[in-house]
């Protein structure tokens, strides 16, 4: 079967595992969007470390699971988010004002989108945590 996203196909690995009572879970393909991804969901204290397995191929990557993350999701088609919408997309993604994370992919790199929004910058969506 072909894979239409790679970082949808991750984010549902991570999701599955996560229910599932894991403690870490294999991703393959290796792609920079979902390192990028795991980055943000890491600097905010959702899953644990991660390591890159180089194998030659597509890569893998190992990420360690601390059971705090109750879903992760990919937003698809990428529809833009400017500074003044964001937090429309907020309230319609995220299940409570304290917690949970957009990703956005901007021109000064992925973050969350508190970063976002302290750099005044919009961008395109990605996917959701909390």
């Not at 996560?18 to 390192?35: A, D, F, N």
């Not at 919408?85 to 990703?103: A, D, H, K, N």
């Not at 790199?109 to 990605?126: F, N, P, Q, S, V």
Request: proline share 3%; hydrophobic share 40%; with cysteine.
């Amino acid at each position: 079967m072909v894979r239409m996203s790679v970082l949808a196909d991750a984010l549902k690995s991570i999701n599955n595992a996560e229910k599932h009572g894991k403690r870490q879970v294999l991703l393959r393909p290796c792609s920079k969007v979902i390192v990028k991804f795991l980055q943000v969901m890491m600097r905010n204290g959702y899953i644990g470390e991660f390591e890159i397995v180089d194998d030659h191929r597509a890569g893998k990557i190992v990420v360690h699971l601390i059971g705090r993350l109750n879903k992760c999701g990919v937003i698809s088609p990428r529809f833009d988010v400017p500074v003044r919408e964001m937090e429309r997309w907020r309230t319609t993604l995220l299940p409570s004002r304290q917690f949970g994370f957009l990703v956005l992919t901007t021109s000064s790199g992925i973050m969350d989108h508190e970063e976002a929004r302290r750099k005044h910058t919009g961008g395109k969506i990605l996917g959701f945590f909390f």
